[in-house]
């Protein structure tokens, strides 16, 4: 009987602790920082929106939130399509209780009309108790943007 106590007991624990996520370390933060970099460079909307929680938004610069897997898979999939070269680096990871800052540079060519671009920015994460990306604030300087992405010959922009 004692034994059988112990068991359940055993299997209790084991149970809840397999219910209680902790917050990532640093090494695990680091880590998907550099994937989640890696997933926007995938040209795979899929895998960028996977870091998201089920029902996770991003938001780009003001715009109107992305809410969900599916939507935010059609924002990345609008910039991998605009830069098929798109290169994402980590710059850094900023952490504290409650919110993780993302620092990026983007590299890529602009697929309309063959322009160079390079551009800084930054997304404020909260994460859940899982390791999922809740909510995403990007921002990035769209007027730096919006000039590196001018046709060259005409000063057009798309």
Do not use: R
């Amino acid at each position: 009987m004692k034994y059988h106590t112990y068991l359940i007991l055993a299997c209790l624990m084991a149970i809840v602790s397999c219910n209680t996520s902790e917050k990532m370390d640093a090494t695990s933060l680091q880590n998907f920082g550099e994937k989640y970099a890696e997933a926007w460079s995938s040209q795979d909307p899929q895998n960028l929106a996977s870091f998201y929680a089920e029902d996770g938004w991003l938001q780009i610069n003001d715009g109107i939130p992305a809410v969900g897997q599916t939507a935010i898979a059609v924002s990345a999939q609008a910039f991998m399509f605009a830069f098929p070269d798109m290169k994402v680096t980590m710059d850094s990871l900023v952490t504290n209780d409650t919110i993780t800052a993302f620092h990026w540079t983007l590299n890529g060519t602009y697929k309309k009309n063959g322009n160079k671009v390079q551009i800084s920015g930054m997304e404020l994460w909260k994460l859940d108790t899982h390791g999922y990306i809740t909510q995403s604030k990007g921002s990035y300087n769209q007027e730096e943007y919006d000039n590196q992405l001018k046709d060259s010959i005409n000063g057009i922009g798309y």
